[in-house]
């Protein structure tokens, strides 16, 4: 299993803001960042995860949570399963404010090199079936449609698309 021995925090990730001409950063979530991811997630979706959810994932060994910073602003996180032989991106946002500035496509590219870099060669997500932003975003990256998840979202009776990428 390719777990925390990925050791993401070792190669920091940097990305100049095309807006603000800033240095933005990527780094392993930590427990310090569960406040502002907390109250990002409660913005942005209608079924936000709870603070366990998060913490489970910063415990458990084959999930690998992000940040991207803007000094100690959290501007966009992602939490993601690196499996035996597949990637799984479990959540991604951006705060509304930093949208529209490559910040997505950017994460995404560093996720599927890094599975690259670990030998793994298919990734796999699920996205609702009305969310044409980040559906577009996965299909620049090659992921297809695979099948359907009735009501899987079912607070809000909304299907998801299973998606996947051969990498
Ligand atoms: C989906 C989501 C993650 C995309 O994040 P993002 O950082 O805005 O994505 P990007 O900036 O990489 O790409 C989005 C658009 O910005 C455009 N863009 C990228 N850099 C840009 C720049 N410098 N100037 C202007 N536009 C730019 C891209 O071309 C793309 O446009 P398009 O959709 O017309 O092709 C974001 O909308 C979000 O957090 N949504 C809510 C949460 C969500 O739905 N998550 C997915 C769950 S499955």
């Not at 001409?21 to 709870?50: H, N, T, Y």
């Not at 996205?127 to 090659?142: C, D, E, H, P």
């Amino acid at each position: 299993m390719a777990s925390k021995h990925l050791n993401f925090a070792a190669t920091l990730r940097k990305f100049t803001d095309p807006v603000t001409g800033r240095i933005l950063e990527m780094r392993c979530m930590a427990l310090d960042d569960l406040d502002q991811v907390c109250l990002l997630e409660e913005k942005i979706f209608p079924s936000p995860w709870p603070l366990d959810a998060f913490m489970a994932e910063l415990m458990a060994t084959y999930s690998h949570s992000f940040v991207v910073r803007d000094g100690k602003v959290v501007a966009a996180y992602a939490v993601t399963w690196f499996l035996d032989e597949e990637f799984h991106l479990s959540n991604i946002a951006v705060d509304d404010t930093y949208r529209k500035r490559g910040i997505a496509t950017w994460m995404m590219t560093e996720f599927l090199q890094m599975c690259r870099k670990a030998g793994i060669n298919i990734a796999h997500l699920e996205v609702r079936r009305s969310n044409k932003s980040a559906i577009k975003l996965y299909r620049k990256f090659g992921f297809n449609v695979t099948g359907v998840r009735k009501n899987y979202y079912e607070s809000e009776h909304e299907d998801a698309l299973m998606m996947s990428c051969k990498l």
